[in-house]
C-alpha cells in the first residue's frame, strides 16, 4: 500500500508557485527549508541599501536559512548573503567593470566572481563576472532566476 501526503497548500505569488513546482519536481525538500524572521530580512535589505523585491522578500521568509542540500555551497542564504553587494562593488573595482548599482538588488554569488542582482527598475535579474564588459540580463524576474539556478546546480 502506498501512502500519499496531501499536497501542501502555498500562498499566492510568483514566487510561491515556483517553489511549489521545485518541490513537486524533487530539487527542494520542503520539510528542510529554513525561512528568516522579519527581523532577519530587514537586516539584509539595510546591508544592501535598497527595499527588496516582494519576491525575493517570499524567498527569504520560506527558504532564506538555507533548504537541505538545495543551493549548498552557493551565497544565496542568510547570513552569507551579507556584504554580497560590497563584494560585487569590490570586484568591478579590481577588474575596471563600469557598472551603476544605485538600483541593484544582489541575490547571489558563485564562489565570489559571479554575482546576480535583480534590477530594481524593471525586475530582471543579471549576472556579472570579473571578466564582464558589463552585466548579462539572465532572467525577466527573481523567480524565474530562482528556479533556473537550483535546477541547474
Known amino acids: 500500500m502506498k501512502l500519499f501526503r ?8 510568483p514566487f510561491w508557485s515556483v517553489y ?23 537586516e539584509i535589505s539595510r546591508d544592501q541599501g535598497v ?8 524567498f527569504l521568509r ?12 552557493e551565497t544565496i542564504f542568510h547570513p552569507a548573503v551579507l556584504g554580497i553587494r560590497a563584494n ?6 579590481e577588474f575596471g567593470i563600469d557598472c551603476d548599482f544605485r538600483d541593484a538588488l ?3 554569488s558563485h564562489q565570489g566572481y559571479i554575482y546576480y542582482y535583480v534590477d530594481l527598475r524593471d525586475g530582471g535579474v543579471h549576472c556579472l563576472t570579473e ?12 523567480s524565474a532566476f530562482l528556479y533556473d539556478f537550483v535546477k541547474s546546480a
Open 51 to 58: 527595499l527588496l523585491v516582494p519576491q525575493y522578500a517570499d
Open 88 to 93: 560585487a562593488e569590490a570586484m568591478c573595482a
Open 62 to 73: 520560506c527558504m532564506g536559512a538555507g533548504s537541505g542540500r538545495t543551493l549548498i555551497g
Open 106 to 108: 544582489f541575490v547571489a
Open 20 to 42: 511549489a513546482r521545485l518541490v513537486d519536481e524533487g530539487f527542494v525538500d520542503d520539510r528542510q527549508s529554513q525561512g528568516l524572521t522579519e527581523s532577519a530580512i530587514e
Open 131 to 142: 571578466d564582464s564588459v558589463g552585466a548579462v540580463r539572465v532572467a525577466d524576474s527573481f
Open 6 to 13: 496531501k499536497p501542501r497548500v502555498y500562498p499566492e505569488g
